[in-house]
């Protein structure tokens, strides 16, 4: 017996949500998944280049959390997985592999662990909910985790909204993006960013597409995120002016995050100016239309 299973990238943080809000991509990742005599981890594609194709492979190791949690045995597994999501970009592949692993091994034995069970894991895992949440569950997804339990509210994305991103052609580890984070922050910062996540959540709530823009600022990770990302601070502050209805960092960078109104006039615009400006850097970057 074999499963694939299909998952989303994701999108972190839309912002000012760190942490807390993220949202589903459609750009994919596929795993099959099936019972073997001896472990084989089978990478298709260049995108997963020099992942390791044994038990330390993170789709073979999530999947047999999966079979403890379940009481289930099978040590030996046969993996294939393809991806079309970059790794170490900000688009959340690790929670794509997560989720995936967790959700082919969970199938392959029956499904005994409900959705929840499996976002209580993989949650516990990342250590934040705002990729493997919307990994899991699709659309765009609101969470908080205290440390033993996440909660999450699924809510539509809104139609009239598409995404651009712009993924440069350079690696950033997430852990070296949340190191240069400080440990402790002022209330001042904390206020901004809770008004400006709670008002975001609000306007995709009502379809206030007017409010994005000024909702989407943050002051908890990008500022201190934008020596690690050349060009970051100028998109932040000029994208808007160039037909973003919105803009921020994907997830721990370095991959650049616009929403758009689908049928805007400005996409060729909007394109030159955040290609031109990581130009001006010397970054090359691809650009992507996403919804
Ligand atoms: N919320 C996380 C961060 C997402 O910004 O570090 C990246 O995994």
Aim: net charge negative; hydrophobic share 45%; charged share 20%.
């Amino acid at each position: 017996k074999k499963v694939r299973i299909k998952v989303p990238a994701t999108t972190a943080n839309l912002g000012p949500g760190f942490d807390t809000l993220g949202m589903a991509l459609d750009l994919y990742m596929w795993i099959e998944m099936g019972v073997a005599d001896k472990t084989a981890v089978h990478l298709i594609g260049d995108q997963m280049s020099g992942l390791p194709t044994g038990k330390s492979n993170l789709v073979y190791q999530v999947a047999q959390q999966v079979f403890a949690k379940a009481g289930v045995e099978h040590p030996e597994l046969e993996i294939s997985m393809y991806s079309d999501i970059p790794l170490t970009r900000g688009l959340g592949s690790s929670a794509s592999a997560i989720i995936g692993g967790m959700a082919a091994a969970n199938a392959l034995i029956g499904s005994p662990l409900s959705d929840d069970t499996l976002f209580q894991m993989a949650t516990a895992l990342e250590e934040h909910p705002d990729n493997v949440g919307p990994a899991l569950f699709g659309g765009l997804v609101v969470a908080f985790w205290d440390g033993a339990r996440a909660e999450h509210i699924r809510v539509e994305p809104d139609d009239r909204l598409e995404a651009l991103v712009a993924i440069p052609h350079f690696e950033l580890l997430t852990e070296k993006a949340r190191q240069v984070l400080p440990r402790e922050q002022s209330l001042a910062n904390a206020v901004y960013n809770v008004g400006h996540s709670s008002v975001l959540v609000a306007a995709f709530c009502t379809g206030r597409l007017d409010m994005i823009a000024g909702a989407m600022k943050d002051a908890l990770h990008q500022p201190y995120r934008a020596p690690l990302v050349p060009g970051l601070s100028k998109i932040l502050a000029e994208a808007t002016d160039h037909g973003a209805l919105g803009v921020a960092l994907s997830g721990a960078g370095p991959t650049m995050l616009a929403l758009v109104e689908r049928g805007s006039s400005r996409k060729a615009e909007l394109e030159a100016f955040l290609l031109g400006t990581l130009k001006d850097e010397g970054i090359e970057a691809t650009l992507m239309w996403l919804k």
